[in-house]
């Protein structure tokens, strides 16, 4: 009798073999195609064309080969998503015997997606799941009956998009583009009425990388890109020039990681965490920075308006510290700001690496060993002209490897003033304005013990070529060196120029100011009536402009 019963059980399984095997040649799944097509439709308020269709019985459901699902078309004409294949987990049964189709699970193979946005700050895939009445005017809307829309009832117990292109964009005839590759997606439990987690991995242009993870929903039916959500973004490598955000004449770039939390209600968004930029470079002529810059920061986005608030903003380079506070808006072509910087005491030999990606550089073989460095300083503009504007400070820093007094020549002469090695800066202050164009200083004043005090003003290109008007006051600290000449100057010191680059800047004779000063100098009777005195003065001054000296 057991052997009976063995025999009749192996044979149900064979039987059973023989369906699963055979079913799939019995059954032209391609009937379904209107079916599919018109479920996907509704779900996802988008035309979608699906190619040939295998049923898979030992999976659970059907694949569908070359998915192509329409855009927006207020963005675009060609596909919103176009795919390899698309496999559909179905519940069998209510398929097999009623034609009835019950979708379980999305899984997306190999896609290729354009994720476009407006000048007004709108995505295209804004109503991609949103019903045909959700998509027209608020009042028709709010006139429609609930139950006339069918995409609240939808559920997804399981979605995965595998090794997925995404190209994000902006429309408009000059638009740009950038894209992320090998994107991965995993979802569980998609729904209009509950949460649902979910895993987001993406490789980003310059081979770095992607990862969003945490919980979001219940999506939202009218406008999927408010979808409240709750996640960990990390990000690692990025490399922000090739990213696209950024126009590149804009000069921004270097590699940035990040570590921090997103978190939306569908209306407000509040995101803090760490970045770090290595190489950083701010303007065009500028190069990469010699150490990372590190910023702790919170801030919060309006999703509307596009517009966001940087709370706390806490930047470190070395051990100097600033804070960076202020407001962004997203809502125009480029990205504009409006912010401060503030830092105190913020020790000058850190912030030397960074002054490459602002395209300065000191003289050639010159460090900045010690001294402190206050700025308060005002961000503004669209990222890519971004104009800084504000007085700086630095106070009792040492500049080794560079010879001022060398550099000064005869005018270094005319106070005594010899080689002195480093230079010892007991103060130097300037009102600074960087932009794309250049830098420019007003109100600049510098003071050096061993040579005296200098002010004056002047740019630096963005090709790093110097041109200050500068008045020196030599000797200052031994008035016995003091010479005829600089009384000569109507007493307002000796006019010169710093010409030159950066990183091999000379220092030269204003030869008009000197004259002019000569001049008035003579009108308030200046200059010596002595012979002997006029003469060494008129000696000082041929030795300036390169003259013999006088008989």
Same mark, same amino acid.
């Given at each position: 009798?057991?052997?009976?019963?063995?025999y009749?059980?192996?044979?149900?399984?064979?039987?059973? +073999?023989?369906?699963?095997?055979?079913?799939?040649f019995?059954?032209d799944?391609?009937r379904?195609?209107?079916?599919?097509?018109s479920?996907?439709?509704?779900?996802?308020?988008?035309k979608? *064309?699906?190619?040939?269709i295998?049923?898979?019985?030992?999976?659970?459901?059907?694949?569908? =080969?070359?998915?192509?699902?329409s855009?927006?078309?207020?963005?675009?004409?060609?596909?919103?998503l176009?795919a390899?294949?698309?496999?559909?987990?179905? =519940?069998?049964f209510?398929?097999i015997?009623?034609?009835a189709?019950?979708?379980?699970?999305?899984? /997306?193979?190999q896609?290729?997606?354009?994720? +476009?946005?407006?000048?007004a700050?709108?995505?295209?895939?804004s109503?991609?799941?949103?019903s045909?009445?959700?998509?027209?005017?608020?009042?028709?809307?709010s006139?429609?009956?609930?139950?006339?829309s069918?995409?609240t009832?939808?559920?997804?117990q399981?979605?995965s998009l !595998?090794?997925?292109?995404?190209?994000?964009?902006?429309?408009?005839?000059?638009?740009?583009?950038?894209?992320y590759?090998?994107?991965n997606?995993?979802?569980?439990?998609?729904?209009?009425?509950?949460?649902?987690?979910? =895993?987001?991995?993406?490789r980003?242009p310059?081979?770095?990388?992607?990862?969003?993870?945490?919980?979001a929903?219940?999506?939202?039916?009218?406008d999927?890109?408010?979808?409240?959500?709750?996640a960990?973004?990390e990000?690692? %490598?990025?490399?922000?020039?090739?990213?696209?955000?950024?126009?590149?004449?804009?000069?921004?770039a270097?590699?940035?990681?990040?570590?921090?939390?997103?978190?939306?209600?569908?209306?407000?968004?509040?995101?803090?965490?760490k970045t /770090?930029?290595?190489?950083l470079? +701010?303007?065009?002529?500028?190069s990469p920075?010699?150490?990372?810059?590190?910023?702790?920061?919170?801030?919060?986005? =309006?999703l509307?308006p596009?517009?966001?608030?940087?709370?706390?903003?806490?930047v470190?380079?070395? !051990?100097?510290?600033? *804070?960076?506070?202020?407001?962004?808006?997203?809502?125009?072509?480029?990205?504009?700001?409006?912010?401060?910087?503030n830092?105190?005491?913020?020790?000058?030999?850190?912030?030397?690496?960074?002054?490459?990606?602002?395209?300065?550089?000191?003289?050639s073989?010159?460090?900045?060993?010690?001294?402190?460095?206050?700025?308060?300083?005002a961000?503004?503009?669209?990222? *890519? !002209?971004?104009?800084?504007?504000?007085?700086?400070?630095?106070?009792n820093a !040492?500049?080794?490897?560079?010879?001022l007094?060398?550099?000064?020549?005869?005018?270094?002469?005319?106070a005594?003033?010899?080689?002195?090695g480093?230079? *010892? @800066?007991q103060?130097?202050?300037?009102?600074?304005?960087?932009?794309p164009?250049?830098?420019?200083?007003? %109100?600049?004043?510098?003071v050096?013990p061993s /040579?005296?005090?200098m002010? &004056?003003?002047?740019?630096?290109?963005?090709?790093?070529?110097l041109?200050?008007?500068?008045?020196?006051?030599?000797?200052?600290?031994?008035?016995?060196?003091?010479p005829?000449l600089?009384?000569?100057?109507?007493?307002g010191?000796?006019?010169?120029?710093?010409?030159?680059?950066t990183?091999n800047?000379? @220092?030269?004779?204003?030869?008009?100011g000197?004259? &002019?000063?000569?001049?008035?100098g003579?009108?308030? &009777?200046?200059?010596?009536?002595?012979?002997k005195?006029?003469?060494?003065?008129?000696?000082?001054?041929?030795?300036?402009?390169?003259?013999?000296?006088?008989?």
């Amino acid at each position: 009798m057991a052997r009976k019963i063995i025999y009749i059980a192996g044979g149900i399984v064979v039987v059973l +073999l023989l369906v699963v095997i055979l079913l799939p040649f019995v059954i032209d799944a391609n009937r379904f195609r209107p079916e599919i097509e018109s479920s996907l439709n509704s779900a996802l308020n988008r035309k979608v *064309d699906i190619g040939n269709i295998r049923l898979s019985i030992l999976s659970g459901g059907v694949t569908v =080969e070359n998915v192509s699902i329409s855009d927006d078309p207020s963005f675009n004409t060609g596909p919103f998503l176009k795919a390899k294949s698309l496999s559909v987990n179905l =519940e069998l049964f209510p398929l097999i015997f009623s034609r009835a189709i019950h979708v379980t699970g999305l899984t /997306i193979d190999q896609p290729s997606v354009t994720l +476009l946005r407006s000048q007004a700050g709108t995505w295209n895939f804004s109503t991609l799941g949103a019903s045909q009445s959700q998509t027209k005017s608020a009042s028709a809307a709010s006139s429609s009956s609930p139950s006339s829309s069918s995409s609240t009832d939808l559920s997804v117990q399981s979605f995965s998009l !595998k090794n997925g292109t995404i190209v994000v964009g902006n429309t408009g005839a000059n638009a740009k583009s950038h894209t992320y590759d090998q994107v991965n997606v995993k979802a569980s439990d998609l729904s209009y009425t509950t949460q649902f987690p979910f =895993e987001l991995t993406a490789r980003t242009p310059g081979n770095g990388s992607l990862k969003l993870a945490g919980k979001a929903g219940p999506l939202n039916p009218q406008d999927s890109s408010t979808t409240p959500l709750n996640a960990s973004l990390e990000i690692k %490598n990025l490399d922000m020039k090739s990213t696209g955000f950024i126009d590149p004449s804009a000069g921004i770039a270097g590699v940035l990681d990040f570590s921090g939390t997103l978190n939306s209600d569908g209306h407000t968004a509040t995101t803090n965490g760490k970045t /770090i930029v290595t190489h950083l470079q +701010l303007v065009p002529a500028g190069s990469p920075a010699g150490q990372p810059v590190d910023v702790d920061y919170e801030a919060t986005y =309006e999703l509307k308006p596009q517009t966001g608030q940087l709370r706390r903003g806490n930047v470190h380079i070395g !051990k100097a510290t600033a *804070d960076l506070t202020g407001t962004f808006n997203n809502s125009g072509p480029v990205a504009s700001v409006q912010m401060k910087l503030n830092g105190q005491n913020m020790p000058a030999s850190d912030l030397e690496s960074v002054l490459p990606a602002l395209g300065l550089t000191l003289p050639s073989g010159a460090s900045l060993k010690q001294g402190t460095l206050n700025a308060n300083l005002a961000i503004n503009g669209p990222v *890519d !002209k971004l104009v800084t504007t504000g007085p700086v400070n630095l106070s009792n820093a !040492k500049l080794t490897g560079f010879d001022l007094g060398s550099k000064m020549g005869s005018l270094g002469a005319l106070a005594g003033v010899s080689k002195v090695g480093d230079t *010892d @800066i007991q103060t130097f202050s300037t009102d600074v304005r960087v932009a794309p164009e250049g830098i420019r200083n007003d %109100n600049v004043n510098v003071v050096v013990p061993s /040579i005296g005090a200098m002010t &004056g003003s002047g740019t630096i290109s963005a090709d790093h070529k110097l041109d200050f008007k500068m008045i020196a006051h030599l000797g200052s600290q031994n008035s016995s060196a003091q010479p005829n000449l600089a009384k000569a100057a109507a007493g307002g010191g000796i006019p010169f120029k710093v010409e030159g680059t950066t990183s091999n800047p000379q @220092i030269v004779p204003d030869v008009a100011g000197l004259a &002019g000063g000569y001049v008035n100098g003579l009108k308030n &009777g200046a200059i010596p009536s002595n012979s002997k005195d006029l003469g060494q003065a008129v000696d000082k001054l041929g030795g300036l402009l390169g003259r013999k000296k006088s008989q």
